[in-house]
């Protein structure tokens, strides 16, 4: 059997051949890709990753949306507290903390003003409340379902609609956000020099 190899049609067959071999090795490292980043996304926003899905209604929207977040806030100012500012805001916590058992509507609408006066010092822009969570979302994507809870209960109070179970529960969740955006150490997590 001669098989002539530079035939027109088995050159055609083999640039075919390279082409859709080419094309699938293509589709398979964006499909890798793809999931690799998914998988970041969602071990980097955990539930604001479900939430942002359920919202926009498809994974592929969702991360778009997501990455857009990451960007918007590379272009903001976030800054550090110096020590003196973190010890401030730390005693204005303590103080707003404590008038909780005595007053405790009044304290909730304090800690929510003093979380968007800690979030503003830190340089997070604080007009618009969505647009406040999805940028706490990208940096402290643990405690931002906290914020949102909490804020809602700081709203359904204006209206008199909050029990005082509820307030208790925005306190804590108030709290966590405080020390995350203040940097506040746990006694786990000091670190000797």
Do not use: C
């Not at 098989?3 to 398979?28: F, K, R, S, T």
């Not at 618009?128 to 949102?148: K, L, T």
């Amino acid at each position: 059997m001669n098989l002539n190899l530079m035939h027109p049609n088995l050159i055609l067959i083999a640039v075919v051949v390279a082409v859709i071999v080419a094309v699938a090795i293509a589709v398979a490292l964006y499909i890798r890709k793809r999931k690799n980043t998914s998988a970041e996304l969602r071990d980097r926003f955990g539930t604001e990753y479900d939430r942002a899905v359920q919202q926009h209604g498809s994974e592929r929207k969702a991360e778009a949306k997501l990455a857009d977040r990451e960007a918007r806030v590379e272009l903001l100012k976030i800054r550090d507290l110096d020590p003196t500012e973190r010890q401030r805001y730390q005693g204005q916590w303590v103080a707003v903390q404590s008038r909780f058992v005595d007053y405790p509507k009044g304290a909730v609408t304090e800690a929510d003003e003093l979380v968007s006066s800690l979030m503003q010092a830190r340089g997070y822009p604080v007009t618009d409340f969505e647009q406040r969570a999805a940028d706490i979302s990208v940096d402290h994507p643990r405690v931002v379902e906290n914020y949102r809870s909490a804020h809602n209960v700081a709203l359904r109070l204006a209206k008199g609609e909050a029990s005082t179970e509820e307030l208790r529960t925005a306190m804590i969740q108030y709290r966590s956000l405080f020390d995350d955006l203040a940097q506040v150490q746990t006694p786990g997590e000091i670190r000797v020099a």
